[in-house]
């Protein structure tokens, strides 16, 4: 089969010719119909993840998937030989830049029956980022004000679409010509990061997810009411998110150092900062689909590259100016 490979990190990626992976026990295999692009892959790609994940090239890039499930190991119990399932992929098992793989069955979920193998494809990592960042993290509560930065971007459009249906109050920050669209997508106030300074605009929040990092996450602190929950995804990465990920000791030290600054701001403002690094999870996706077909959360899908473009669809997202997603056509 068909699969991108990073040979070597900065380099841009190489379709070869590889051998089909073997299926574990708890492993589908999956024939790969579509492939969501994230900047992730960009940046695995360029080996900024290299203390976090260290791939040893050449390994398949690539985290989305959506496609047909056409074997299953021995002990798989939640999907058969036919299904059309959805997923991101875990660490250390990537590769869906790719005509197939093999995942495990806890990372997939039953592909949402009211969207098309390019929607679903584009959906799993930014809608669990959402999911995780709101449900999980934050536990979003009814009249609780919420801050989404970015609502253009992949994350941006389900987190505000999550928000809404959480009950929340939701403002979100974008581009000008992204204003009126995103303002579509339920937001309550749409701010115009061009021409207008969120934080003269707005108080009293509980929660903002940051995708920014930098000053735009400094002034965020400074919009949370006492007690309230700044979530960085764009870093930096603190203690916490160390411990979780079972890294090695000298790298809580350095999570530490890197969200120093940021963590004394925020106990200096009386609010909290947490960094989320999302993470696979074939159950919360389950959950995601249910709202996807119950007309909850709809994806944005921007633009669609073939199976022999994926360097341009990295260039693409890596730009920064993405619509919602961009997502690989692998057939
Ligand atoms: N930690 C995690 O688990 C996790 C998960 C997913 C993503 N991430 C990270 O989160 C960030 C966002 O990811 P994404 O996939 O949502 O990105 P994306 O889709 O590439 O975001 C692009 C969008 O961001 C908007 N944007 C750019 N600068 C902005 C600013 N200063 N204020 C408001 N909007 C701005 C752009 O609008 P304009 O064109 O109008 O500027 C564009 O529509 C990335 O750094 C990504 O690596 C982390």
């Not at 992949?154 to 204003?179: D, E, F, M, R, W």
């Given at each position: 089969?068909?699969?991108?490979?990073?040979?070597?990190?900065?380099?841009?990626?190489?379709?070869?010719?590889?051998?089909?992976?073997?299926?574990?026990?708890?492993?589908?295999?999956?024939?790969?119909?579509?492939?969501?692009?994230?900047?992730?892959?960009?940046?695995?790609?360029d080996?900024?993840?290299?203390?976090?994940?260290?791939?040893?090239?050449?390994?398949?890039?690539?985290?989305?998937?959506?496609?047909?499930?056409?074997?299953?190991?021995?002990?798989?119990?939640?999907?058969?030989?036919?299904?059309?399932?959805?997923?991101?992929?875990?660490?250390?098992?990537?590769?869906?830049?790719?005509?197939?793989?093999?995942?495990?069955?806890?990372?997939?979920?039953?592909?949402?029956?009211?969207?098309?193998?390019?929607?679903?494809?584009?959906a799993?990592?930014?809608?669990?980022?959402?999911?995780?960042?709101?449900?999980?993290?934050?536990?979003?509560?009814?009249?609780?004000?919420?801050l989404?930065?970015a609502?253009s971007?992949?994350?941006?459009?389900?987190?505000?679409?999550?928000?809404?249906?959480?009950?929340?109050?939701?403002?979100?920050?974008?581009?000008?010509?992204?204003?009126?669209?995103?303002?579509?997508?339920?937001?309550?106030?749409?701010?115009?990061?061009?021409?207008?300074?969120?934080?003269?605009?707005?108080?009293?929040?509980?929660?903002?997810?940051?995708?920014?990092?930098?000053?735009?996450?400094?002034?965020?602190?400074?919009?949370?009411?006492?007690?309230?929950?700044?979530?960085?995804?764009?870093?930096?990465?603190?203690?916490?998110?160390a411990?979780?990920?079972?890294?090695?000791?000298?790298?809580?030290?350095?999570?530490?150092?890197?969200?120093?600054?940021?963590?004394?701001?925020?106990?200096?403002?009386?609010v909290?900062?947490?960094?989320?690094?999302m993470?696979?999870?074939?159950?919360?996706?389950e959950?995601?689909?249910?709202?996807?077909?119950?007309?909850?959360?709809?994806?944005?899908?921007?633009?669609?590259?073939?199976?022999?473009?994926?360097?341009?669809?990295?260039?693409?997202?890596?730009?920064?100016?993405?619509?919602?997603?961009?997502v690989?056509e692998?057939?």
């Amino acid at each position: 089969m068909k699969a991108y490979l990073v040979q070597k990190y900065k380099r841009q990626i190489e379709a070869v010719e590889i051998a089909d992976p073997p299926v574990g026990d708890h492993d589908v295999r999956v024939k790969i119909d579509a492939a969501g692009v994230n900047l992730l892959d960009v940046k695995i790609r360029d080996g900024v993840f290299k203390p976090l994940l260290p791939y040893k090239t050449p390994f398949a890039l690539g985290h989305d998937l959506a496609g047909v499930v056409t074997e299953v190991g021995s002990a798989v119990t939640r999907f058969k030989v036919g299904d059309e399932v959805y997923g991101r992929v875990r660490d250390h098992r990537i590769g869906t830049f790719a005509q197939s793989i093999a995942a495990h069955e806890d990372d997939l979920a039953t592909k949402p029956t009211s969207l098309s193998m390019l929607e679903a494809g584009a959906a799993p990592l930014v809608a669990l980022t959402a999911w995780q960042a709101l449900v999980e993290l934050a536990d979003v509560q009814p009249g609780d004000k919420v801050l989404i930065h970015a609502g253009s971007g992949g994350v941006g459009t389900y987190a505000i679409q999550l928000a809404k249906h959480l009950g929340a109050t939701v403002a979100t920050t974008t581009g000008t010509s992204n204003v009126e669209w995103v303002g579509d997508l339920g937001a309550d106030l749409v701010i115009d990061y061009r021409r207008q300074d969120f934080e003269a605009l707005l108080s009293d929040y509980d929660i903002v997810v940051d995708s920014q990092s930098g000053d735009t996450l400094a002034k965020s602190l400074r919009v949370l009411k006492p007690g309230g929950l700044a979530i960085g995804i764009a870093g930096p990465p603190d203690r916490e998110f160390a411990r979780r990920q079972s890294l090695a000791r000298p790298l809580h030290l350095l999570m530490s150092v890197l969200s120093f600054k940021i963590r004394r701001a925020a106990r200096r403002q009386g609010v909290r900062y947490s960094f989320l690094f999302m993470r696979a999870s074939g159950a919360h996706l389950e959950e995601i689909t249910k709202l996807i077909d119950a007309g909850v959360l709809r994806p944005i899908v921007e633009r669609t590259y073939p199976f022999a473009d994926v360097a341009l669809a990295l260039d693409h997202v890596e730009g920064g100016r993405a619509k919602g997603k961009v997502v690989i056509e692998m057939n």
